[in-house]
């Protein structure tokens, strides 16, 4: 009886594991029909504000924006920034009460479309195995187009697109550096820090956001990312 129990076990971990490889393939050039995220947000009672849109329909401002404000290494890590990691669990250990995160663009995006919210051992173990397959079957543009997408940019608010309508009343590929800088200030806390008008936060953070921005200028690998152009994806 354990014998038939175990091999039902098998079957449908194969079933399981085979059913999402698929749908991370799928992932590649289709968008995520929906997230937990949003689906947690419309339990909240929150609206459902979105519209995806390709990598060419945003701004080259608001893909560095990001990177600056949130991953720097994006181009040159493979999906885990181990150096900020292990800062992180160093701060976190002698300040217990203020927990640091060190997640690139590409766990965010794992996290966003695959997983929860939350700071379990066992969903930080899922976010690591689905970075490390994104990074291998999405590569850097599709990850950033994807994170651009269903980041969380407010109440209710997600993705790059209906980020930049709602702040601005205008489409995300016409967003300026200012107003770029400002929107990926509000990454840390969506919820909390204000885009426009500008919470304190978003006040101080986003002048330094476009500093890093100027920084990163010239920089090879992240400006292929600002001069690549997609194809439309399917939705």
Known sequence: MMKSIFQKLKKI?????????????????????????????LIDGYSLKRDYVSLEEISPYARLAVIASEDQLFTDHNG???????????????K???????????????????L???RSWIRKGLEVYFTFMIELVWGKERILEVYL???????GVFGIEAASQHYFKKSAKKLTMKEAAMIASCLPNP??????????????RYPWVMQQMRNLDG????????????????R
């Open 13 to 41: 971990f194969l079933i399981l594991f085979i059913g999402q490889l698929v749908y991370i393939i799928t992932l590649r050039w289709v968008d995520p029909p929906i997230t937990t995220t949003q689906i947690g947000s």
């Open 80 to 94: 885990l920034d181990w150096k900020s990691i292990e800062k992180a669990i160093s701060h976190n250990k002698k």
């Open 96 to 114: 217990s009460k203020r927990i640091r995160g060190a997640s690139t663009i590409s766990q965010q995006a794992a996290k966003n479309v695959f």
């Open 116 to 118: 929860w919210q939350g």
């Open 149 to 155: 997408n269903v980041a969380e940019m407010g109440k």
């Open 191 to 204: 919820k909390k820090y204000v885009v426009n008008p500008p919470s304190l936060y978003v006040q101080r």
């Open 219 to 234: 920089d090879v690998k992240i400006e292929k990312l600002l001069q690549v152009k997609s194809e439309p994806r399917k």
